[in-house]
């Protein structure tokens, strides 16, 4: 240990700091640090079939890999699955690909990863879950609201998007998670 | 004391209570009826003297007071200086009630005064001796018995504290979510087997290399100038053996690792599961003490016995059976069991006898509630059904034994004539009849006069656990509850036999109709291949037998039950779902709903194609009109099938709501004519639920109950029905001239 001290690079690491240097970085972190958490959301990224979406990671707090669905006699139609085994509990599955119009859209080559998994996100809105399947998750991105620009109003199914946010070279359309839960208890009920 | 601490220790000290007031009941019900056993007062002295201390850790005056009394009285009479009889008895049980009111917290802040003086006074004067008239009467036997317990007090100390540990609280979510947990965690044990395999085929796929090395290594040395290669080579083989025998070790590891984590989390799960399990006696704790104070203010004579204490029972269903117990019980006591001189007339034992039996029966718990007292008399029944108007003379005398005892369960039916304040003031029992049905289970009333009566309940043993017949139907698999499944077979296509269309089965001396699950169930079928065997699951009575044809059978499973999500509501011939070995979600069948689904489809009636037909504009104008009776009784179906079909009106039956629910979702009925009280689903909630679907809010509907109170009149009309009729009112016309007003005539040709 004592011959690595002696090395170049510990000692221009350990170098004492310029005059000013510790007074000047404190005072910008402790200023931008606040003013940044005010502003950014955090969506998570996920793919239905070739458009992105991006949903509050509030509201979305788990994504689990795809798992069978069971159909349910008298109850399964296009926006009810069926029910899915999340970690030991019966939840409902239910198609966002149909309550957002696009389950017959084409699947997408272009994508953000490398490779491509199916998996499932949970839509948590008061401790009522709704799970629904994705094509592909990418993760989870943080955007100001200035980014947003505003939906365009011939988009069909508009009342469920609260914005879009570009992303690289793709557009990310936010989801209003509150009003497509609404939709899917509206449905059940 | 309103500090968070104090509060827990108040906490604490009501559960302390709770656990000692028992022990007191226990043990001075035990004293009374043999009052020789000397351990048994011991117990008592040790309850009372901790309810003493712990109320003084608490300082709760009042209770010090009275459980010093006590024991004090205990000890005196273990001296055998007084004898605990009769009235003295009465109060120290008189003692033990006050004591149990500081098992809840209210009671402790604002404890309850005016009997405490009253009690102290009475516990003084037993203990000096005024109270005991009988005294020193017994003494030699008692003295002798007594000997045994002096000796060894301490098992009875250890069987005590053992009580004490044996119960903790649970919130009933967190052991649900744990068994949720324990259930996932099995299934991703079973997931490392497979894993572990793959394994050991790659350990195989590179001995092949090896041998592959071993053949080149031979290739190589009869070349010439081949040393170096040679040793290369010789290297690699070293290298890879080290590398097998590496990878042979961690396989070893690895398996037995998997084995201890699958047999730990196959324990965890079923010590979960076990652990919604309680003793029988649990649930009934108090009855002892209520049969003893009962029988003494009626001054009947009654012995209570209970056989099969240690029964286990599922927590929940332990807890609803306290109610329809507590119920039947004080029925027999009162209207059962007779006064001791009408039963001595009888050349019957002074004293009665109310048994409860618990017992285990083909994955149900049985409960028989049994007492020789006089019975219930069939004639006297008959009459007050016809007083009741509850049903006409002719048909009554045509009434069997069984169906008679069922008015017995009508809301408001009671044959004893005075109310009293022991069996309620006119309640039937028919909460008896809701409460069981609550938890899936059934009541049946056998009597004989002058020789007593028994009431069976049958119930689920469990709410948690199933056994269960899994197949697989349109690629899904599905759990038929085994023991409602006959027992499933293997058909060659070649034994079924077409009648008429229909296509049956010979089995056992009987034609068994067969009927695709998936039409039964209502699923869109995927083609299947054509395959030259059936599957076949018998379901229904001896009487009805049916086959259900699905398309595989994957064995049989104890089937965790979940609830299906409530917002599902009630899906039809489903009942609840759970999760397979391998995670994957099943459905679980509702059995009842599914035969009366296959009767439906069978009877050629509203499923299917059928459905669609008369939804079709144009037809409804020349068909007939069609009426929907919903009726659990048999009797009142049929009549009101037959006033109807002579009228000329089409009639469909129903034998509960959900049964008529299913039928007007799919059929199309100009008029439904439903009773009130009915399994499962009742009138009001049917009415309510056709009243707020839009495809049926204008159909109109009629009640008619055996109710005729107002309250029910008013509720009946409000939730929506355009008629309320009691069942008086197929005599006269009333009942059709109701029907007509509604819709007309039948005949609309």
């Known amino acids: 240990m004592k011959k690595e001290d002696e090395t170049g690079a510990s000692r221009l690491l350990n170098r004492p700091s310029p005059e000013g240097y510790l007074e000047q970085w404190g005072e910008v972190l402790s200023q931008a640090k606040e003013a940044e958490q005010q502003d950014l959301s955090s969506v998570l990224i996920f793919r239905l079939k070739n458009e992105w979406f991006g949903i509050s990671t509030k509201k979305c707090k788990e994504i689990t890999e795809s798992r069978t669905i069971h159909t349910v006699p008298n109850r399964t139609d296009n926006i009810f699955l069926g029910i899915v085994n999340i970690r030991g509990e019966l939840q409902l599955c239910t198609s966002l690909h149909s309550l957002l119009g696009i389950e017959d859209k084409e699947d997408f080559e272009k994508t953000l990863n490398t490779r491509v998994y199916k998996r499932m996100a949970l839509l948590d809105v008061k401790e009522n879950i709704f799970v629904f399947p994705v094509d592909e998750v990418f993760g989870v991105h943080y955007y100001s609201d200035q980014e947003v620009t505003e939906t365009p109003s011939n988009l069909d199914k508009s009342k469920y998007i609260l914005g879009i946010v570009p992303y690289r070279e793709i557009h990310i359309a936010i989801l209003n998670a509150d009003a497509i839960y609404q939709d899917l208890e509206i449905h059940f009920s | 004391m309103s500090n968070p601490e104090d509060q827990t220790l108040l906490e604490l000290f009501c559960e302390e209570v709770k656990t000692h007031v028992q022990t007191l009941n226990e043990g001075l019900l035990s004293l009374e009826s043999t009052p020789e056993n000397g351990s048994t007062i011991e117990s008592l002295m040790r309850a009372a003297h901790s309810i003493k201390g712990a109320a003084r850790v608490v300082n709760i005056e009042s209770v010090v007071e009275i459980a010093h009394l006590m024991e004090d009285c205990f000890e005196t009479a273990k001296r055998k200086e007084i004898k605990l009889t009769g009235e003295s008895i009465d109060s120290l049980f008189k003692s033990i009630d006050y004591l149990s009111l500081f098992t809840s917290l209210e009671n402790i802040k604002n404890p309850p005064t005016e009997e405490l003086s009253e009690l102290k006074n009475i516990l003084t004067k037993i203990l000096s001796k005024d109270f005991s008239p009988q005294k020193n009467k017994e003494v030699p036997s008692s003295e002798k018995k007594n000997i045994p317990s002096l000796k060894d007090p301490l098992p009875e100390k250890k069987s005590q504290e053992k009580k004490a540990i044996s119960t ?97 989390s196959d324990q965890m799960y079923r010590e979960v599961i076990a652990s919604r399990m309680r003793p029988f006696s649990e649930g009934i704790q108090g009855f002892p003490r209520m049969v003893r104070d009962l029988s003494k203010q009626l001054g009947k004579k009654i012995d209570f016995e209970i056989i099969g204490e240690n029964t286990p029972v599922d927590r929940d269903i332990l807890e609803k059976l306290e109610a329809p117990l507590n119920h039947i019980l004080r029925n027999a006591i009162d209207h059962g069991i007779e006064k001791p001189k009408e039963r001595l007339q009888k050349g019957k034992p002074e004293k009665g006898i109310i048994k409860i039996t618990a017992s285990h029966r083909a994955g149900m718990l049985l409960l028989e509630i049994n007492d020789d007292g006089k019975g219930i008399n069939l004639k006297k029944l008959r009459d007050a059904i016809v007083e009741k108007k509850l049903t006409s003379k002719e048909l009554s005398e045509n009434l069997s034994e069984n169906e008679l005892l069922e008015f017995l369960l009508l809301p408001g039916f009671s044959t004893h004539k005075e109310v009293t304040e022991i069996s309620g003031r006119g309640v039937g029992l028919d909460v008896v009849q809701t409460k069981l049905q609550e938890i899936g289970g059934f009541v049946r009333i056998k009597t004989k006069e002058n020789e007593g009566t028994t009431f069976h309940l049958q119930l689920p043993l469990t709410r948690s656990v199933i056994r269960s017949m899994v197949a697989e139907i349109n690629k899904e698999p599905y759990a038929f509850p085994l023991s409602r499944v006959g027992r499933t077979l293997k058909m060659k296509t070649e034994d079924i036999i077409t009648i008429e269309g229909s296509p049956f089965i010979k089995y056992q001396e009987s034609n068994i109709g067969l009927v695709s699950a998936a039409n039964a169930l209502e699923i869109e079928k995927s083609s299947q291949p054509q395959t030259d ?217």
């Open chain 2, 168 to 264: 903790v609280r649970v919130s009933s979510g967190s052991l649900n979510k744990l068994m949720g947990l324990a259930a996932e965690s099995l299934v991703e044990t079973k997931r490392l087997t497979p894993f572990s395999e793959s394994l050991v085929t790659l350990k195989k796929d590179y001995q092949k290399q090896d041998e592959k090395l071993a053949r080149a290594q031979e290739a190589v040395a009869a070349l010439p100038k081949s040393s170096r290669a040679l040793s290369l080579i010789g290297e690699i083989r070293n290298r890879s053996e080290v590398a097998l025998l590496n990878l042979s070790s961690k396989i070893d590891h690895l398996e037995a690792f998997i084995r201890h984590a699958n047999m730990l």
């Open chain 2, 533 to 749: 065997t059936l599957s076949v699951i018998l379901l229904g009575d001896k009487s009805k037998p049916y086959g259900l044809v699905v398309d595989n059978l994957l064995g049989e499973y104890d089937l965790v039950i979940r609830p299906l999500d409530s917002r599902l509501g009630k899906v039809p011939n489903i009942n609840a779902a759970a999760l397979l070995e391998n995670g994957k979600p099943v459905l679980i069948i509702d059995i009842d709903d599914l035969i009366q689904s296959i009767n439906t489809l069978l009877e050629g009636g509203r499923l299917g194609k059928a459905v669609h037909s008369k939804k079709a504009k144009g037809i409804k104008l020349k068909r007939r009109k069609t009426i929907l009776v919903v009726d659990d009784s048999i009797t009142v179906r049929e009549t009101e099938k037959k006033l109807l079909k002579n009228k000329g009106y089409e009639v469909d039956t129903a034998v509960d709501g959900m049964d008529a629910w299913n039928a007007i979702s799919m059929g199309n009925y100009d008029l439904i004519i439903t009773d009130i009280d009915m399994p499962r689903m009742n009138g009001f909630e049917l009415v309510y639920k056709i009243r707020s679907d839009s495809r049926f809010e204008a159909t109109p509907i009629i009640i008619v109950s055996y109710k005729d109170r107002k309250e029910d009149r008013i509720k009946g009309l409000n939730t929506g029905a355009n008629y309320y009729l009691t069942k008086t009112s197929f005599q006269d016309e009333s009942f059709l001239e109701a029907v007509e007003e509604l819709i007309g005539k039948g005949f609309s040709l």
